[in-house]
């Protein structure tokens, strides 16, 4: 069974930084393209960044030089350091496959407030 478990999120002030962590247990986890996700009240799930199988990074053009994404294939871990961060940063952060193909895990709540 597939398990997705996000940490790492919490509360911080505009222009600060977070690093959030998943663990992924019961895949082969190096076989997959992985991303990273948000979810702010009353919006829509949407994505963040990815990294491929072999490293290949994408990020969504708001997050574009402020968040990398990082993956750990031995350890079975995906991160995601944030940096300058924003009040409308302020969501659940998730991670999973790129196409979604996993059940979501419980997120990690960052916000962002001063």
């Known amino acids: 069974q597939v398990q997705l478990v996000e940490s790492g999120g919490g509360l911080v002030q505009p222009g600060g930084s977070l690093r959030l962590s998943c663990s992924v247990s019961?895949?082969?986890?190096?076989?997959?393209?992985m991303a990273w996700f948000r979810q702010a009240p009353g919006k829509q799930r949407d994505l963040v960044a990815s990294?491929?199988?072999?490293?290949?990074?994408n990020y969504a053009e708001p997050v574009k030089g402020r968040f990398t994404i990082s993956r750990n294939n031995a350890e079975n871990t995906l991160s995601l350091e944030m940096s300058g961060l924003k009040v409308e940063e302020t969501a659940v952060y998730y991670c999973?496959?790129?196409?979604?193909?996993?059940?979501w895990g419980q997120g990690t709540q960052v916000t962002v407030s001063s």
């Open positions: 990294i491929s199988t072999v490293g290949f990074t």
């Open positions: 999973n496959s790129l196409s979604r193909q996993f059940r």
């Open positions: 019961g895949i082969i986890f190096s076989r997959y393209t």
